[in-house]
Nanobody, 126 residues
Framework: EVQLQASGGGLVQPGGSLRLSCATS????????LGWFRQAPGSEREGVSA????????NYADSVKGRFTITYDNAKNTVDLQMNSLRPEDSAVYYC???????????????????WGQGTQVTVSS
């Protein structure tokens, strides 16, 4: 059974940093893609970043490029999202997701991911 468990959200001031972590289990092959999505109230779910495990390809939304970094720890089977220089508009519920063999053009598409963890709230406010 595939399981994703996200953690690390919280309240931070603008300009601050947070690190989200998603523990994964139950995958039987390496051809998976791991992603982080976010959804603010009244907005659609947005792809934030993705990591393709078999070739280490990464993808970032334009709004987070240069501020967020996605990494995968193969020993721990966790995918982390380091978020720096946070802005109020980054506030949202963040979800980790996983899907098999997601092609590059679909890395930010939530429909390409079959498995989802519970969300973790990130609030950026002074």
């Amino acid at each position: 059974e595939v399981q994703l468990q996200a953690s690390g959200g919280g309240l931070v001031q603008p300009g601050g940093s947070l690190r989200l972590s998603c523990a994964t289990s139950g995958f039987t092959r390496d051809a998976i893609t791991l992603g982080w999505f976010r959804q603010a109230p009244g907005s659609e779910r947005e792809g934030v970043s993705a990591f393709r495990k078999w070739d280490a390809v990464t993808n970032y939304a334009d709004s987070v490029k240069g501020r967020f970094t996605i990494t995968y720890d193969n020993a721990k089977n966790t995918v982390d999202l380091q978020m720096n220089s946070l802005r109020p508009e980054d506030s949202a519920v963040y979800y980790c997701a996983a899907g098999p063999s997601v092609i590059r053009s679909n890395l930010a598409s939530h429909s390409a991911y079959a498995y989802w963890g519970q969300g973790t709230q990130v609030t950026v406010s002074s």
